[in-house]
């Protein structure tokens, strides 16, 4: 059944248990993470915090480069995974929250000052972009950094599921104006990873993803 939600809990839940078994999914997420560590903030983040982590391909690199990390996502069943990951790991500095951060209010729930904000692949699920950039400056400490994954503005058909609703990837230059909107400064853009995939049309096609820092300035 077509869901119209943007934060289709579901979809994730039914793709929990098989997501890291794609191996497409896995080389963007190790590239990703590579890219992400080298622009950690020069000294270690102290609290660190993922939106959209899914089952941790991501935020099981990057933990140990931090002091502690919060990973939210909206999809028990991905969290599942990534809370078996951490029982299995014994991983000592990681703690999941099940929280959709589309939702007013959710993320009051989140307390604490981040000093790095990271994510991958997440910011084309949350609606309003511009709203969500402005929570997360609220949620970070002066000085703190931002690091966000995401896929270049594309042809609508990357997603296999064309009821699914998603931005079709970000334009460089008008996501940089909405995280200056939202405040951030030194904003810049490279490109992580380039994922070659079928598209829903069946074709092969080349899709960029791009790494966006910034960050909060002090006042
Ligand atoms: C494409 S997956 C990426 C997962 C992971 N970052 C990775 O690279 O494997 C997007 C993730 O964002 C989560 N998500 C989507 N909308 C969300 C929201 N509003 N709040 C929190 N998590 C959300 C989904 O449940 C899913 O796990």
Redesign the pocket.
């Known amino acids: 059944m077509a869901d119209n939600n943007?934060?289709?809990?579901q979809?994730?839940?039914s793709k929990?248990s098989q997501?890291?078994a794609n191996a497409v999914?896995a080389a963007?997420?190790d590239a990703?993470a590579r890219a992400i560590i080298a622009h950690l903030p020069v000294s270690r983040p102290e609290n660190a915090l993922?939106?959209?982590?899914?089952?941790?391909?991501?935020?099981l690199r990057v933990a140990p480069r931090c002091g502690r990390l919060t990973a939210?996502?909206?999809?028990e069943?991905?969290?599942g995974m990534l809370n078996e990951k951490i029982t299995a790991e014994n991983v000592p500095n990681v703690e999941t929250r099940l929280?959709?951060?589309?939702?007013a209010g959710?993320a009051s729930n989140l307390g604490g000052s981040f000093d790095f904000v990271f994510?991958?692949?997440?910011l084309?699920?949350?609606?309003d972009t511009a709203a969500?950039l402005g929570l997360l400056y609220s949620h970070m400490s002066a000085g703190g950094t931002l690091a966000i994954?995401d896929l270049d503005a594309e042809d609508g058909l990357f997603h296999d599921d064309a009821t699914e609703n998603v931005h079709h990837g970000f334009d460089r230059q008008a996501l940089q104006a909405l995280l200056e909107q939202a405040g951030f400064g030194s904003v810049s853009f490279l490109t992580a990873h380039l994922i070659e995939k079928k598209n829903r049309e069946g074709q092969i096609a080349s899709y960029p993803v791009f790494l966006a820092t910034a960050v909060k300035p002090h006042i």
């Open positions: 943007w934060t289709d809990t979809r994730f839940d929990a997501w890291d999914r963007l997420a990703v993922e939106f959209g982590c899914g089952t941790g391909l991501v935020s939210v996502d909206s999809s069943g991905m969290l929280l959709d951060l589309s939702l959710a994510s991958s692949m997440t084309h699920h949350i609606p969500f994954a």
